[in-house]
């Protein structure tokens, strides 16, 4: 008896221990780049759908300050944030290089390239010529469009750069305070569709496929996934599951995104519209979400070394994994 006792105690004591290791979620931060939009609704949809919760993850969505999720991941703030291919590049090099890696594709290919109104003449690079475009001023930027001006057999000196004050390209293209927007079309240029604005555009990656690197992506800091390998491929596969429902749900996904973005109902058609745009670039033609290409991520980074345009020298491999993708 007193045998049977121990034993039923001690099944008791496992059965107890699993129960509240259970209840204890690992606790997660991830950081947006920027305020909540369809790039996110991956993130959102895991978090709604039960997919964390599912991984025994907590996981909390802040958004941040413009540019300040990559320090909020490297200094251990936050676990996971949502960044870009070609703005990380700078903080990779250099003595103050930041403890990163990129673990995730939000989307397959680079959607980036300039809008400007139709019929003006800058359906190709050449036609910025004399035309003013909005820069911030940064040098891969500038040289991304020296670049394909030169492959049109064109001049960048001869564009007129104004500084840029753009927060809606329907409002700055319509008022010709400027006529040239560097652009992500899944956002900026769908709103210019459900906007009825006629435009013209060109894609960086259709004139130079080295452009077609991986913007944005999901960063962890390398510490925390040394220390918490199981925990990183929870948390990954569930975003893989939360941007997969969105590739197959674009209007269900766009409901749960602006459920947990209310300020973005009220432009619910532009939301619409992007869902269903980025629903085919989530995935693309790769064999899974967050996928990154060896090939094209080492490309972008031997045409920074090529251009000169970081501190030092990168390794083009550098900076990004596959490991914590579901297999």
């Given at each position: 008896?007193?045998?049977?006792?121990?034993?039923?105690?001690?099944?008791?004591?496992?059965?107890?221990?699993?129960?509240?290791?259970?209840?204890?979620?690992?606790?997660?931060?991830?950081?947006?780049?920027?305020?909540?939009?369809?790039?996110?609704?991956?993130?959102?949809?895991?978090?709604?759908?039960?997919?964390?919760?599912?991984?025994?993850?907590?996981?909390?969505?802040?958004?941040?300050?413009?540019?300040?999720?990559?320090?909020?991941?490297?200094?251990?703030?936050?676990?996971?944030?949502?960044?870009?291919?070609?703005?990380?590049?700078?903080?990779?090099?250099?003595?103050?290089?930041?403890?990163?890696?990129?673990?995730?594709?939000?989307?397959?290919?680079?959607?980036?390239?300039?809008?400007?109104?139709?019929?003006?003449?800058?359906?190709?690079?050449?036609?910025?010529?004399?035309?003013?475009?909005?820069?911030?001023?940064?040098?891969?930027?500038?040289?991304?469009?020296?670049?394909?001006?030169?492959?049109?057999?064109?001049?960048?000196?001869?564009?007129?750069?104004?500084?840029?004050?753009?927060?809606?390209?329907?409002?700055?293209?319509?008022?010709?305070?400027?006529?040239?927007?560097?652009?992500?079309?899944?956002?900026?240029?769908?709103?210019?569709?459900?906007?009825?604005?006629?435009?013209?555009?060109?894609?960086?990656?259709?004139?130079?496929?080295?452009?077609?690197?991986?913007?944005?992506?999901?960063?962890?800091?390398?510490?925390?996934?040394?220390?918490?390998?199981?925990?990183?491929?929870?948390?990954?596969?569930?975003?893989?599951?939360?941007?997969?429902?969105?590739?197959?749900?674009?209007?269900?996904?766009?409901?749960?995104?602006?459920?947990?973005?209310?300020?973005?109902?009220?432009?619910?058609?532009?939301?619409?519209?992007?869902?269903?745009?980025?629903?085919?670039?989530?995935?693309?033609?790769?064999?899974?979400?967050?996928?990154?290409?060896?090939?094209?991520?080492?490309?972008?980074?031997?045409?920074?070394?090529?251009?000169?345009?970081?501190?030092?020298?990168?390794?083009?491999?550098?900076?990004?994994?596959?490991?914590?993708?579901?297999q």
């Open positions: 008896m007193k045998k049977l006792i121990s034993i039923l105690l001690a099944v008791a004591t496992v059965f107890c221990l699993s129960a509240c290791g259970k209840t204890e979620n690992s606790k997660i931060t991830i950081v947006l780049d920027w305020t909540p939009n369809t790039n996110h609704t991956g993130i959102f949809v895991a978090e709604a759908n039960g997919y964390f919760e599912q991984a025994g993850l907590d996981v909390e969505i802040v958004q941040s300050a413009e540019g300040s999720a990559e320090t909020l991941v490297a200094t251990g703030k936050a676990q996971f944030g949502v960044s870009f291919q070609d703005t990380i590049a700078p903080a990779f090099v250099g003595e103050d290089a930041i403890p990163v890696t990129a673990v995730a594709a939000v989307i397959q290919h680079s959607t980036s390239g300039i809008i400007s109104r139709k019929g003006e003449g800058m359906d190709t690079p050449k036609g910025l010529e004399g035309k003013k475009y909005a820069t911030w001023d940064l040098d891969v930027e500038k040289e991304t469009i020296r670049d394909v001006m030169k492959a049109d057999g064109g001049d960048f000196d001869l564009v007129e750069l104004i500084p840029s004050t753009v927060t809606d390209e329907v409002s700055a293209l319509k008022s010709g305070s400027v006529d040239a927007i560097w652009i992500f079309y899944g956002w900026a240029g769908v709103a210019c569709q459900t906007a009825g604005l006629a435009t013209d555009y060109f894609e960086f990656a259709d004139i130079n496929p080295v452009f077609d690197y991986y913007t944005p992506i999901i960063i962890g800091n390398n510490g925390w996934l040394k220390e918490n390998p199981e925990d990183a491929k929870g948390f990954v596969e569930a975003l893989s599951k939360g941007y997969t429902y969105a590739a197959e749900n674009p209007k269900a996904a766009a409901d749960i995104l602006m459920e947990a973005a209310p300020e973005l109902k009220s432009n619910s058609a532009l939301v619409y519209a992007s869902q269903e745009y980025l629903a085919g670039e989530y995935i693309a033609d790769a064999s899974k979400w967050g996928e990154f290409d060896p090939e094209r991520w080492a490309a972008f980074y031997s045409w920074l070394n090529e251009k000169e345009l970081l501190e030092e020298k990168i390794d083009p491999d550098f900076g990004y994994t596959n490991d914590y993708l579901p």
